[in-house]
């Protein structure tokens, strides 16, 4: 059979039986899954190329017993943002979701002595500020001037034979922050020369300066300390 009589070929779900459709494989080790299925696994898990089939069931299974661990938790604290860490205080649990219907999403729970670490990891980019001058040409400030762009993530490592690792965002969108105190060059020497130096005296750069920065490295913090008991010394 030749490659479009086999991008064609009707394929058979190792797991249900059903059919599936022609973009709707997803290929395990040893066999064939529908997206029907594959949606039923956690969110967290990503070695499905790697699962054999009967990996897949017993996933499958401990997904479905996870359904009457959902009905059974009651949230006490909800933590984060679009993703929310959710905790039973009483039974010790805790888990982790960006859908309201619980019942629908069967997030996964775990035991709060599942985590072995907890970290808040913050992704910083920057890009050069510069100017045009009178003739268009483009120039620099002396000295530079920045603009940094900010992105929070919580990692979570966990005990559980499915996955080790729950990482998501706490912002919605990049937090912006310039840097100023750059001067722009006049060309009078002593003009630039003052500048130059006034700026380098007011050019302290703290991102923690920044409300939007404490707001979310607060909340990872938070998380953090809910999670494991321990509050993160800020450097």
Do not use: W
């Not at 029907?36 to 969110?43: F, Q, T, V």
């Amino acid at each position: 059979m030749g490659f479009l009589g086999k991008l064609f070929e009707k394929k058979e779900c190792s797991i249900c039986g059903g059919p599936i459709g022609l973009m709707g494989n997803k290929k395990l080790e040893d066999g064939n899954m529908c997206k029907d299925c594959a949606a039923k696994l956690s969110p967290f898990f990503s070695e499905r190329k790697n699962s054999t089939v009967a990996q897949i069931r017993e996933q499958l299974a401990y997904r479905e017993d996870n359904k009457a661990a959902v009905e059974a938790f009651h949230t006490n604290r909800s933590l984060g943002n679009i993703t929310k860490v959710l905790i039973d205080d009483t039974a010790g649990k805790f888990m982790v979701t960006d859908i309201s219907n619980l019942a629908e999403a069967n997030p996964d729970v775990m035991a709060l002595s599942d985590v072995t670490n907890c970290r808040l990891d913050i992704n910083e980019s920057r890009h050069e500020i510069t100017y045009n001058d009178k003739d268009g040409k483009k120039c620099h400030y002396n000295p530079a001037r920045y603009e940094y762009k900010y992105d929070f993530y919580t990692v979570i490592n966990v005990r559980n034979p499915y996955f080790d690792e729950i990482r998501f965002k706490l912002n919605k969108h990049a937090i912006h922050i310039k840097t100023g105190g750059g001067s722009r060059m006049t060309g009078n020497g002593l003009t630039d020369f003052l500048n130059t130096a006034s700026a380098i005296l007011t050019s302290g750069y703290n991102p923690r300066e920044n409300v939007e920065y404490q707001e979310f490295e607060n909340m990872g913090n938070d998380i953090i300390e809910a999670l494991t008991g321990r509050r993160p010394e800020v450097n």
